[in-house]
């Protein structure tokens, strides 16, 4: 005697966008949330092994302010690596994209340790002398204009890399100036050691990302 066994048939998924856009976000939420773990090990895990931080500090400021200007950066890049037919353009978006993104959970885990607000009602006069205090809703120097990040998010082949390359590279000079001025005045190590490496790879991808556009015929927007 014999046993036929039925097995229901399961019609493959073809893999989508939807998809790809689900797991791209679990990843990000991941990558933020390990950022932020990170960022509150390496200072012993508590309250008791922070230094005492004001909200006006240079610390704080550069946490908050520098959050601020790269997730305008992530929301650039983001859209370059999904839309950008250049394979090189490609992965310098991910590595932006994914860098600043890592970052900002870093600098935020810092500002929820020190039981600081993270968001800025003054941008900017954590930098002394050196920058005018803004208004809370004043774009930091580099930022694209909501008219630009509109215009970047409607375009696609060439027009969109020469676009993205132009607002980018301006983007890095404008916050270059933070780096350093953390560098120098910042109280803690950790934010000095974040404020080094941005300047490191920011300062790389500035030249690199001339480069390219030069290649493609256009021309860096006036510095900030």
Known sequence: MSTTLEHDTVEPVAPGRGLRVSLIAIIALAVLVLAGTAGWLVRGGGSSGLPSMSTSSVDAGFARDMSTHHTQAVTMAGYERDNTADSKLKILAYDIETSQQFQVGEMQG????????????????????????????????????????????????????????????????????????????????????????????????????????RALGGQPLPAP
């Not at 929820?112 to 803004?134: E, F, I, K, Q, V």
């Not at 005045?185 to 500035?206: F, G």
Request: net charge negative; charged share 15%.
């Open 110 to 213: 810092w500002l929820d340790a020190w039981n600081l607000p993270r968001n800025s009602t003054n941008p900017m006069a954590w930098m002394g002398d050196s920058h005018m205090s803004m208004g809370a809703n004043a774009l930091m120097p580099g930022m694209a204009t909501p008219d630009q990040m509109n215009k970047l998010e409607s375009l696609h082949g060439k027009a969109l890399d020469v676009l993205f390359l132009q607002l980018m590279i301006h983007h890095h000079q404008g916050g270059l100036p933070m780096a350093k001025y953390a560098l120098a005045h910042a109280k803690t190590q950790y934010v000095r050691d974040l404020a080094q490496a941005m300047i490191n790879a920011q300062s790389s991808e500035i030249i690199a990302m001339e480069q390219m556009l």
